[in-house]
Every structure is written in structure tokens, then in C-alpha cells.
């Protein structure tokens, strides 16, 4: 009986901490949601069903979150594993520097989120003083000035993307340097005794040796990229509703915190709504790795 009862005993304090951090919010989330008119102050509402859900898919704040949050994911998560890959890949098959090339690739990972964003902001953004040194660049080659920061919506969009790759490809980079470097070197050296091409043995060696990181990253990536909402704010500032570049996720915080703020039921619909995506998303991955992903 004591033998039962003692691994339980080391696992209260994680399940505690769970409960009270994890569960119980969770719950009051799904509670809050089905509030109709929730008064945060009181802690009335003048009646239960799906109002909520209801208002905010008809909000065009959330449509135009919504609609940017599935341009970043579709279009960062596959190009930033793709080129975190391609340099991997670089870094494995050079010896001289390599220590050094892998630390300037990390090195945004461990570089301020905000700060990254304003010195993008000073790469990007057209001033009074300056149009910015990557219109200056584009005007050089005759084009026209382009405010990125401030200007059309493709270019925002444009500099998000670029904005999201660059912070999230050192994780990648690190990730994949370390799974090309766990691959067996037996399978190389065969190859090499048939003289099977290089494409040939990235896709039928080194790509399904390292398929499993390559699918973590993937879902991590899909995750993030839902989730985004900081690099926004660093690069267009908190009002991100004018800007038109806010994210499911800002849109969450301003029902609760924002210009807007003061409506947790409709904050908790949103959540509800961006936990379900990425449940269906995660959940299609799940299956599509069964028949794509090599498990050694």
C-alpha cells in the first residue's frame, strides 16, 4: 500500500500546480465564454448560449485577425524550415568556422524581442528625416519608396514575414544541426560506394533520418505562429487594430486589456475559437505523420 501511495505523493505537487495554473482556467475560460453581457466588476451576465461565439466571428477586428494570423503561419513556418534546412545543411558539410557560423546564426534567438523590432523599424520604417535604409536600397535600383512600416498593407505584411523568420530560424537552425549530426555516417559511406547522387541521398537518407525533428519543428511552428502577438507590437506599435495587423491573439488581449478592453466573454470565445484551429491543425499533422515520418 505505502509503495501505491508514495509515487502519487511526488506527483501532488506538479498536479497541484496544474490544477491550479492550468486546468482551473481552462475551465473558466470555456465558462466565461458562454456568458452573455459578463460584467467583469459585478460578475453578472444576463444569460448563457452562444452570443459570444457569435459576435466575435462577425467582428471585423477578429476577421482581419484571423485572416493575418493564417498569411503569417502559411507562409513562415514553411519558408523558415525550409531556409533553417538549407543552412543546417551548409553548416554540416563545412569545417572551417563552423563553431563561429553557428553562433552568429543563434544569435538572434538569444536578442530582445523589442529590440529586434525597432531595429527593423529603423531598417523599414519612413520618417520625415529618412525613408529608411531598405527604401533608400530599393530607390537605388529604381523603384519606388516604400514605407513598410506605415505604408500599404502588402508591405507590412511583408515585413511581419520577414520579421517572424528571422527570429524563429536560429531555433530551427540549432535543432537540425543537431539531428543531421545524430544521422549514422554508415549510410553515407554506402552511398558512396554505389555513387548515388547528392539529391538522391538528401531524399532517401539524410531527409527521413531527420523527418521526425524536421515534423517537431513543423508543429512548434505551427503553434508559435498562431500564437504570435509580441512581434507586432514591436514593429507596429500596441494599437494594432489601426495598423490592421493585429493577431487572434492580440485580439484576445484587447477584449481584456486593450482600447476595447472589458469584455472576458468575448476574450474567452476568441481563445476558445484560436484553441480550436490549432487543435484541428495539430491534430491533421498527427495524422499526416503516421505515413511521412521515419521513427528509427
Given at each position: 500500500m505505502?509503495?501505491?501511495?508514495t509515487p502519487?505523493?511526488?506527483?501532488?505537487?506538479?498536479?497541484a500546480f496544474?490544477?491550479?495554473?492550468?486546468?482551473y482556467?481552462?475551465v473558466?475560460v470555456v465558462?466565461?465564454s458562454?456568458?452573455?453581457?459578463y460584467n467583469?466588476?459585478?460578475?453578472s451576465?444576463?444569460?448563457t448560449?452562444?452570443?459570444?461565439?457569435s459576435y466575435?466571428?462577425h467582428d471585423?477586428?477578429?476577421?482581419?485577425?484571423?485572416?493575418?494570423t493564417?498569411?503569417?503561419v502559411?507562409?513562415t513556418v514553411?519558408?523558415s524550415?525550409g531556409?533553417?534546412?538549407?543552412?543546417?545543411?551548409?553548416?554540416?558539410?563545412?569545417k572551417?568556422?563552423?563553431?563561429l557560423?553557428?553562433?552568429?546564426?543563434?544569435?538572434?534567438?538569444v536578442?530582445?524581442t523589442?529590440?529586434?523590432g525597432?531595429v527593423?523599424m529603423?531598417?523599414?520604417?519612413k520618417?520625415?528625416?529618412?525613408d529608411?535604409?531598405?527604401s533608400?536600397?530599393?530607390?537605388?535600383?529604381?523603384?519606388p519608396s516604400v514605407?513598410?512600416?506605415d505604408?500599404?498593407y502588402?508591405?507590412?505584411?511583408?515585413?511581419m514575414?520577414f520579421?517572424t523568420?528571422?527570429?524563429?530560424m536560429?531555433f530551427?537552425?540549432?535543432?537540425l544541426?543537431?539531428a543531421?549530426?545524430?544521422?549514422?555516417?554508415?549510410?553515407?559511406?554506402?552511398?558512396?560506394?554505389?555513387?548515388?547522387?547528392k539529391?538522391r541521398?538528401?531524399f532517401?537518407?539524410t531527409?527521413p533520418m531527420?523527418?521526425p525533428?524536421?515534423?517537431y519543428?513543423?508543429?512548434?511552428?505551427?503553434?508559435g505562429?498562431?500564437?504570435?502577438y509580441?512581434d507586432?507590437v514591436a514593429?507596429?506599435g500596441t494599437?494594432l487594430?489601426?495598423?490592421?495587423?493585429?493577431t487572434?491573439v492580440?485580439?484576445v488581449?484587447?477584449?481584456?486589456y486593450?482600447?476595447?478592453?472589458?469584455?472576458?466573454?468575448y476574450?474567452?470565445a476568441?481563445?476558445l475559437i484560436l484553441?480550436?484551429?490549432?487543435?484541428?491543425?495539430?491534430?491533421i499533422?498527427?495524422?499526416?505523420?503516421?505515413?511521412?515520418?521515419y521513427?528509427?
Amino acid at each position: 500500500m505505502k509503495k501505491s501511495i508514495t509515487p502519487w505523493l511526488c506527483l501532488l505537487p506538479a498536479i497541484a500546480f496544474l490544477g491550479v495554473f492550468m486546468v482551473y482556467p481552462l475551465v473558466d475560460v470555456v465558462v466565461y465564454s458562454f456568458e452573455e453581457g459578463y460584467n467583469f466588476a459585478s460578475g453578472s451576465f444576463w444569460g448563457t448560449g452562444f452570443y459570444n461565439f457569435s459576435y466575435v466571428l462577425h467582428d471585423p477586428f477578429f476577421i482581419q485577425a484571423l485572416k493575418n494570423t493564417f498569411i503569417i503561419v502559411i507562409i513562415t513556418v514553411p519558408l523558415s524550415t525550409g531556409i533553417a534546412l538549407l543552412i543546417s545543411l551548409g553548416l554540416s558539410n563545412i569545417k572551417a568556422l563552423r563553431d563561429l557560423f553557428q553562433t552568429v546564426y543563434f544569435l538572434p534567438y538569444v536578442t530582445n524581442t523589442l529590440a529586434v523590432g525597432l531595429v527593423f523599424m529603423i531598417l523599414f520604417k519612413k520618417t520625415a528625416y529618412s525613408d529608411g535604409l531598405v527604401s533608400l536600397l530599393i530607390q537605388l535600383f529604381g523603384g519606388p519608396s516604400v514605407d513598410f512600416i506605415d505604408g500599404p498593407y502588402w508591405a507590412k505584411m511583408f515585413v511581419m514575414c520577414f520579421y517572424t523568420i528571422w527570429v524563429v530560424m536560429p531555433f530551427k537552425i540549432l535543432i537540425l544541426t543537431s539531428a543531421l549530426a545524430s544521422v549514422d555516417p554508415v549510410y553515407y559511406k554506402a552511398a558512396q560506394v554505389d555513387a548515388t547522387p547528392k539529391w538522391r541521398v538528401f531524399f532517401k537518407i539524410t531527409l527521413p533520418m531527420i523527418s521526425p525533428m524536421v515534423f517537431y519543428l513543423v508543429i512548434t511552428g505551427f503553434i508559435g505562429a498562431f500564437k504570435a502577438y509580441s512581434d507586432e507590437v514591436a514593429l507596429f506599435g500596441t494599437n494594432l487594430n489601426a495598423a490592421g495587423m493585429n493577431t487572434i491573439v492580440g485580439y484576445v488581449y484587447d477584449m481584456l486589456y486593450g482600447n476595447s478592453g472589458g469584455y472576458p466573454s468575448y476574450a474567452s470565445a476568441a481563445a476558445l475559437i484560436l484553441f480550436a484551429i490549432v487543435f484541428t491543425i495539430t491534430t491533421i499533422n498527427l495524422m499526416v505523420s503516421r505515413k511521412t515520418v521515419y521513427y528509427q
